[in-house]
Each structure stands twice: as structure tokens, then as C-alpha cells.
């Protein structure tokens, strides 16, 4: 069966530092990867998504990056977060295939301060 | 503008009592739409998938329906347990890309006993 994994849960970090958040999916190839954001009381926001390795579309411009160094894998990444990146983080992954159901990973919080 | 509008914002309910939930839409074209299930601090969990041609489709205790006319659906849970405070998110897949999805702020279901 197939799992999606994200780490770290939580992460609390101070205005300007790095970010690298991690999402791995076992148990299937060739997925369809996706990063959301959902503030506090919001609905869930495409950040980017990508159809293969080394293939990302960004939804949102902002100063946040996104890659995808193996299939599998997808990173989420800043150079220098904001106040305004805080938030909860969704992986989520699925089939190019209408009415394909999308799975999402546990979320990682994450606390700008 | 690809809009997803739900009702109540946040509803609490006795348990074994059952409850409607609404989402109205304006997405064009529309592929398909789903609701989620969102627990505190974790990823959605799909319910029910409908596309154009399905009236309604149930998960267990929950029943979904859409009115593709009126660009309206409805999820019913049907004699409500405690585990059912949750988030109940819809979201419209406006082409068969699921980069296409448009979520709505979700509704917030508390049951108490």
C-alpha cells in the first residue's frame, strides 16, 4: 500500500532563516507531488506541483522554492522565511487521472517568529 | 472566478444526531467534486469523489450529493460519533489535472455527547 511521510511535524523558526520541509511517498511511481499551504482558518492553497523529477510549477509567486531531486521525493525550501509563512504544510500525491483520489501526508506546522 | 462557498462556517451537533452540510460552486469546467474529511493537525481524507454525471454516493455514514444544475452539493452524516468533529472540506476539480482543484474553507463539525 502506498504511504506518504513529512518531517519534520512541527518547526518553529526565526524571521530570515532557512526552511526545508520533506515529503516522500512509499509504495507507488511516478506520482503526481503537491505542496498546499493552509493558514489558520483558510482554505488549503496550491503552492506547486510537479508530473516528474526536476519538473515543478509554481501556483503562488512568493519566496518560497520547491524541488523534486528523485521521484519519490519532494522539498519544500526558503532562502529567508517571512511572518507570513507560517502556516500548515500539505504533501499530497497522486494519479494523472480524472477523479483520481488525492492522498495527503500528515502536514508539518510551521511557526515564524 | 472559480469559487468554492461553504455552510455553515462551523456547526455543533448532539451526538447520534445526523447533519447536512453544504457547498456551493462556481468552477467552470467542472470535472469532479470532493469533500475531505480534515482531523486538527492532519492531512484531508477523501470521502466521496462525484463527477458530472453521479446524483450521489455514499462512504459508510456519510452521503454526498451533487446538483450539477444548480452547482450545488451536500454531504449528510447520518447519526453522528464523537470521531466526526472534524473539518469537512469540498473541493471542485475545474479540468481532469488535479492541479486544478479549488478547495473551500471547509466547515467545522463539533459532536458532543
Known amino acids: 500500500s502506498q504511504t506518504i511521510h513529512q518531517w519534520p511535524a512541527t518547526l518553529v523558526q526565526p524571521v530570515g532563516s532557512p526552511l526545508s520541509l520533506e515529503c516522500t511517498v512509499e509504495g507507488t511511481s511516478n506520482p503526481n507531488l503537491y505542496w498546499y499551504r493552509q493558514a489558520a482558518g483558510r482554505g488549503l492553497q496550491l503552492l506547486f506541483y510537479?508530473?516528474?523529477?526536476?519538473?515543478i510549477s509554481s501556483e503562488v509567486p512568493q519566496n518560497l522554492s520547491a524541488s523534486r531531486p528523485q521521484d519519490r521525493q519532494f522539498i519544500l525550501s526558503s532562502k529567508k522565511l517571512l511572518l507570513s509563512d507560517s502556516g500548515f504544510y500539505l504533501c499530497?500525491?497522486?494519479?494523472?487521472?480524472?477523479?483520481?483520489?488525492?492522498?495527503f501526508g500528515p502536514g508539518t506546522r510551521l511557526l515564524v517568529l | 472566478k472559480n469559487q468554492v462557498e461553504q455552510s455553515p462556517q462551523s456547526l455543533i451537533i448532539l451526538e447520534g444526531k445526523n447533519c447536512t452540510l453544504q457547498?456551493?460552486?462556481?468552477?467552470?469546467?467542472?470535472?469532479?467534486l470532493r469533500w475531505y474529511k480534515q482531523d486538527t493537525g492532519r492531512g484531508p481524507v477523501s470521502l466521496t469523489i462525484m463527477t458530472f454525471s453521479e446524483n450521489t454516493k455514499s462512504n459508510g455514514r456519510y452521503t454526498a450529493t451533487l446538483d450539477a444544475d444548480t452547482k450545488q452539493s451536500s454531504l449528510h452524516i447520518t447519526a453522528s460519533q464523537l470521531s466526526d468533529s472534524a473539518s469537512y472540506i469540498c473541493v471542485v476539480s475545474a479540468s481532469r489535472n488535479t492541479d486544478k482543484l479549488i478547495f473551500g474553507t471547509g466547515t467545522r463539525l463539533q459532536v458532543f455527547p
Open positions: 510537479s508530473v516528474g523529477i526536476g519538473q
Open positions: 457547498c456551493n460552486y462556481t468552477v467552470s469546467p467542472f470535472s469532479n
Open positions: 499530497a500525491w497522486t494519479f494523472l487521472r480524472e477523479g483520481e483520489t488525492q492522498y
